[in-house]
T-cell receptor, first 113, second 115 residues
Framework: DAGVTQSPTHLIKTRGQQVTLRCSPKSGHDTVSWYQQALGQGPQFIFQYYEEEERQRGNFPDRFSGHQYPNYSSELNVNALLLGDSALYLC????????????FGEGSWLTVV | AQSVAQPEDQVNVAEGNPLTVKCTYSVSGNPYLFWYVQYPNRGLQFLLKYITGDNLVKGSYGFEAEFNKSQTSFHLKKPSALVSDSALYFCAVRDVSRLGYIPTFGRGTSLIVHP
């Protein structure tokens, strides 16, 4: 049973560029959340997708957008990258029925130079 | 609003000794509480959770946590620490009454177990 998978694992981008990160949820999970974890900090909630729609959003600017596909996989897009966007981006999934526990992927390390 | 505090940035313990990593929370309703562990350059792994029932919750790798409603705490414990337990530990809370399943995480506590 595959867990939450994310790609790419590492990437380097230049300020002003755009980036797309991808996530496949754990089998049987239909809800996907994205988190940003800066160095030395806990994960900060970006947004959550369910039934291909953004259901909730944290305190992040519109430069951060996402998408969920019919197979429940998801993408996180960040436009006009800033140096401060450098972080570990974590995808987490949960089954809607219980939803109590979210399971994380290994993350995508984004460095903006 | 919901929030969680981990008052210690770092906890040091000798191998074989008991360990405690502290967590306090604030929610308007009843809490769901979680502990996750993060090894270097890895994602977060689920350790245990409190939903309802017994105040002492047992989880993975010999860890347990005690829910104390009066003190709004959910401290993580292990009777005998291993060097391999050295990692970053995160406490998280979700208000039961809130829609969706969005937990709030603490800043994390670095656990260092010395041989």
């Amino acid at each position: 049973d595959a867990g939450v998978t994310q790609s790419p694992t590492h990437l380097i981008k230049t300020r002003g560029q755009q980036v797309t990160l991808r996530c496949s949820p754990k089998s049987g999970h239909d809800t996907v959340s994205w988190y940003q974890q800066a160095l030395g900090q806990g994960p900060q909630f970006i947004f959550q997708y369910y039934e291909e729609e953004e259901r909730q959003r944290g305190n992040f600017p519109d430069r951060f957008s996402g998408h969920q596909y019919p197979n429940y996989s998801s993408e996180l897009n960040v436009n006009a990258l800033l140096l401060g966007d450098s972080a570990l981006y974590l995808c987490a999934s949960s089954p809607t029925a219980s939803g109590n526990t979210i399971y994380f992927g290994e993350g995508s390390w984004l460095t903006v130079v | 609003a919901q929030s969680v505090a981990q008052p210690e940035d770092q906890v040091n313990v000798a191998e074989g000794n008991p360990l405690t990593v502290k967590c306090t929370y604030s929610v308007s309703g009843n809490p769901y509480l979680f502990w996750y562990v993060q090894y270097p350059n890895r994602g977060l792994q689920f350790l245990l959770k409190y939903i309802t029932g017994d105040n002492l919750v047992k989880g993975s790798y010999g860890f347990e946590a005690e829910f104390n409603k009066s003190q709004t705490s959910f401290h993580l414990k292990k009777p005998s620490a291993l060097v391999s337990d050295s990692a970053l530990y995160f406490c998280a809370v979700r208000d039961v009454s809130r829609l969706g399943y969005i937990p709030t995480f603490g800043r994390g506590t670095s656990l260092i177990v010395h041989p």
